[in-house]
RNA sequence: GGGGCGGUGGCGAAACGGUAGACGCAGCGGACUUAAAAUCCGCCGGAGGAAUACUCCGUGUGGGUUCGAAUCCCACCCGCCCUACCA
């Protein structure tokens, strides 16, 4: 096709400007017609969400927010462009639910009561009334009647509900033991959420420390091997790599060492292969053992040690930096495998909480046993030998730990055989000959979830001086959070010392008995409230059975990967267990995974406050409107990697919205009509539709919109030309209006109701396209050669390989290039002709 | 140390192994206006050239595979994120 040069018509270009000046008293006002209409969809229930069972059902969700007192741009990124999504499949025919609702309990709000004096719950429900009305100028789906909310009673009611059941199906439990602790939010923490090099708070950012303290975990490791299998859900190889690293499965071997005393001391092995190596053992300074099999000769530096080590912080202990440090206790072991008799070290370099805190060193074939050995002269024995290496080469001077080249040497029955496999083959032959047996660990731990904070679902657990710690019984739920409390400045939980609270009865003999004052972990109430959105008011479950037949498990579910190690691991926790109590029958919470990007600040770095580089999404509400600050969130990055906010960039989308508003409302009348200019615009509108189609599917909206404003840009050029049929017009309008509404709902209602269409755009059915139409009369033939483009002809489409090479070959311009017969012509279909010289 | 993601015009970005830079922003020239804004028309990777003839160079760097590479492979550089004594 040539390039249709279109001339200026100065009679369309002067009917167009009268036509401009008559709209100054009507233009679009973003401000009036949003709240008009969001308006008439809350009166007419628009979005209400209700189960249908004819009807294909879609459950979208997007990660609900905490609701901190301000709706931030990143809520925006996160949740227009889902609530796009989920517009796109309400059109395409699915019955979509779409829910919202607050991450109420949590921190901020206690602090702001220490700070200011402001009650938690106050402060809580104030924000989450401010946050709410933002969440509506967003224009969303979000169907308000399924609202859900953490912090009511009625909510966390079933919270402590799910403790109550996780711990009668021995998935709860309570231990003592050495846990992360931060002074500044004065709290326990999950390992997850314990961050960075420092091992600082995720919340506060303050190094945290480690306390000896009764702490009630969720046995998440009781699924550990499952957790590792993604066959049933769509979710990025990115947060699944995160969730395989996390868990950290090894496979090798338990192994008992005996002292000379007949102490046993399991250890855990990735390497069984090595066992002829071990040439000293080390325990960790926790190690049960550590105290009895230490000789009186050393009991004086061990102790010492061991008091050193205990004392330490995390910080320094777990460096990896820091050179590794230990002490003889005077005890030995025998290696079972060759009777060698063996020292036995403490050193804090050995952990007490993986494996079982106490480790057989291999020197030889293992870096950090390496550069113990080597610090403290003990024995080095070669059992890998490295291929080409021979005994004049001398003593190693690096530990040797591959796994694949190489044979074994030294190692009794396994010597001269290859050390690929020989793991599995010493490990058959330690559990034939009763020294060991096949193990696997996870570097998974149980999720701690004791909170010694007051804003939090408390733990329904009574202590009985008779019975130990009880179950609140189900009839007694929830056990209500006290208002009437006094915060410490602390922030020392005001539950411990609220009389009322405390006192109670135990549930099985009535004796006087105290309550637990910990709270939970916010992520445990987010763990499920997926299921909590299909009926917030329901009171015989967490959910009704009924609505969870028809909508559950989730569709698709939307929002940031920061979750990946922790609430997206909790939930998927949490919909095993409750697999197994039957509540569900399925494995997964949530089918298929998107992770969005993150809006930067204009300076390209992370929003603070601080940093002074904060967009407020209420002030371009005012200032542009929300469509258009939808639009230019879905157009300005790829969803998926976001990037800094440009305040330019928005006027691009602005400019869309206006076209769209004066294309919609421009009272057509044909000029000239051409039957190329017809179908040229038909092609272009057919075109659009399965291009926008084909990027909802893929969460590509910046390329949806680009395509959007392809089509504007036609259908400007149609409306000064005057040159298409108003059939034809009518066409390219309509979808134009179709293709935007699930981007921009507000000004596309509104120009569907004045064009004379039924209420409700939302409720029409997403635009087909006729392959047909969209298909391109002509194509430009790339002629290239020797790869180089040296021509371009356009040519009609569908001609077949031998006329597509004859018409280059045809070409002067390529003839140019060519002296005798080309070697060889390579056709690509429809496309391109490569002649090779 | 390990793992992941990315590096394309002035900027945000497009591009099933097949015309690099769609779409948009900014910029420049022009129209309209007393003027500005808005709007409209045109140009817009770099070099050479009077040129909308044409040629060469161009997707972080260096190699490779291929008729053909931004795209696939290897090595390296830079940026961001995650993880880190896990036996």
């Not at 395509?707 to 259908?715: F, G, H, T, Y």
């Amino acid at each position: 096709m040539r390039k249709l040069k279109f001339r200026k018509d100065n009679f369309h270009q002067a009917k167009l400007e009268a036509i401009r000046r008559l709209f100054m008293t009507n233009s679009y006002n973003p401000q009036e017609i949003e709240a008009k209409w969001q308006q008439k969809w809350e009166e007419t229930g628009l979005y209400r969400q209700k189960i249908d069972w004819d009807k294909p059902k879609h459950y979208a969700l997007t990660m609900l927010p905490y609701p901190s007192g301000d709706l931030h741009i990143g809520h925006w990124y996160a949740m227009t462009p889902s609530d796009a999504r989920a517009r796109f499949m309400r059109m395409k025919g699915y019955n979509v639910l779409f829910p919202m609702g607050f991450d109420a309990f949590g921190l901020p709000a206690e602090n702001a009561a220490i700070k200011r004096g402001i009650h938690p719950k106050k402060w809580t429900y104030a924000n989450i009334e401010r946050m709410r009305k933002q969440l509506r100028s967003m224009g969303a789906m979000f169907d308000w009647e399924r609202e859900a909310i953490s912090s009511d009673p009625s909510y966390y009611k079933w919270t402590q509900w799910f403790f109550c059941k996780l711990l009668e199906h021995g998935l709860a439990y309570r231990k003592k033991a050495a846990v992360d602790f931060c002074p500044q939010c004065n709290t326990t923490l999950a390992r997850e959420q314990v961050w960075g090099e420092d091992r600082h708070c995720e919340r506060c950012g303050t190094p945290v420390i480690k306390k000896d303290l009764e702490q009630w975990f969720f046995k998440t490791t009781a699924y550990a091997e499952e957790l590792l299998d993604f066959s049933k859900i769509d979710w990025p190889e990115r947060v699944r790599i995160m969730q395989t690293n996390w868990i950290g499965k090894s496979v090798g071997a338990d192994v008992v060492f005996h002292t000379e005393d007949g102490d046993p001391i399991e250890i855990f092995t990735t390497r069984p292969d090595t066992l002829w190596g071990a040439t000293f053992m080390v325990l960790a300074p926790e190690h049960p053992l550590v105290e009895k099999i230490t000789t009186p000769e050393y009991k004086e530096q061990v102790t010492a040690y061991v008091e050193q080590a205990r004392r330490m912080s995390d910080i320094d202990r777990e460096s990896a930096e820091r050179e590794k440090t230990g002490v003889f206790t005077g005890a030995y072991a025998i290696n079972p495998v060759n009777k060698e008799r063996i020292p036995i070290w403490v050193a804090d370099y050995v952990l007490m909480t993986y494996g079982s805190g106490a480790i057989m060193a291999v020197p030889a074939h293992d870096e950090r046993d390496f550069a113990f050995a080597q610090k403290y002269g003990l024995p080095i024995v070669e059992v890998i030998r490295m291929p080409g290496r021979t005994d004049e080469d001398g003593p190693l001077t690096e530990a040797y730990t591959s796994k694949t080249e190489g044979h074994l040497i030294n190692s009794g029955p396994f010597t001269g055989t290859p050390v690929a496999g020989a793991a599995e083959r010493v490990t058959a032959w330690l559990e034939e000959n009763g020294l060991g047996k096949k193990a696997v660990n996870y570097r998974l731990r149980d999720w701690l979830i004791s909170r010694q904070r007051y804003w939090g679902a408390p733990i329904p657990v009574v202590y009985c001086p008779e019975h130990g710690a009880v179950p609140v019984p189900e009839e007694e739920l929830p056990v209500v959070l006290p208002e009437d409390v006094e915060f410490m400045p602390t922030g020392e939980s005001p539950l411990k010392f609220h009389e009322a609270f405390i006192h109670t009865t135990c549930p099985i003999c009535e004796r006087p008995s105290l309550r637990e004052t910990d709270t939970m972990d916010t992520f445990v109430c987010s763990s499920w409230y997926q299921y909590r959105y299909l009926s917030p008011h329901y009171d015989e479950g967490p959910f009704d059975p009924e609505e969870g037949k028809y909508w559950l498990p989730v569709d698709q579910y939307t929002g940031g990967i920061e979750h990946a190690t922790m609430h997206l691991i909790y939930t998927r926790f949490f919909t095993k267990a409750m697999r197994d109590m039957g509540l569900v029958d399925f494995d997964e919470p949530m089918l298929a995974l998107y992770n969005q990007g993150m809006v930067l600040g204009p300076d390209g770095e992370k929003m603070s406050k601080s940093r002074g580089n904060v967009i407020a999404p209420d002030d371009l509400v005012q200032q542009y409107g929300a469509d258009t600050v939808r639009a230019y969130l879905m157009f300005f990055a790829r969803w998926d990697q976001g990037g800094p906010w440009n305040y330019d960039g928005i006027k691009g989308p602005q400019r869309l919205l206006q076209d769209v508003w004066e294309i919609a409302r421009y009272d057509y009348v044909p000029g000239e009509v051409s039957k190329e200019a017809n179908r040229a615009l038909r092609r272009k509108t057919h075109q659009t539709i399965r291009k926008v189609t084909e990027d909802f599917e893929s969460f590509a909206f910046n390329t949806a919109v680009a395509a959007i404003m392809e089509l504007r840009n036609s259908v400007l050029e149609a409306m000064r030309m005057a040159n298409v049929d108003t059939a034809v017009w009518e066409e390219a309008v309509n979808n134009m209006l179709l293709l935007l509404a699930p981007i921009a709902p507000h000004i596309t209602e509104e120009l569907w109701a004045q064009r004379g269409q039924p209420y409700s755009i939302h409720q029409q059915a997403w635009p087909t396209w006729d392959p047909e139409v969209a298909k391109e009369d002509t194509i430009t033939l790339v002629v290239q050669v020797n790869g180089k483009v040296r021509d371009k002809i356009e040519v009609a489409a569908g001609q077949d390989d031998e006329t597509l090479k004859s018409i280059a070959l045809a070409s002067e311009k390529v003839q140019k290039w060519l002296d005798g017969e080309p070697r060889k012509v390579i056709v690509v279909k429809g496309k391109l002709v490569n002649i090779v010289k």
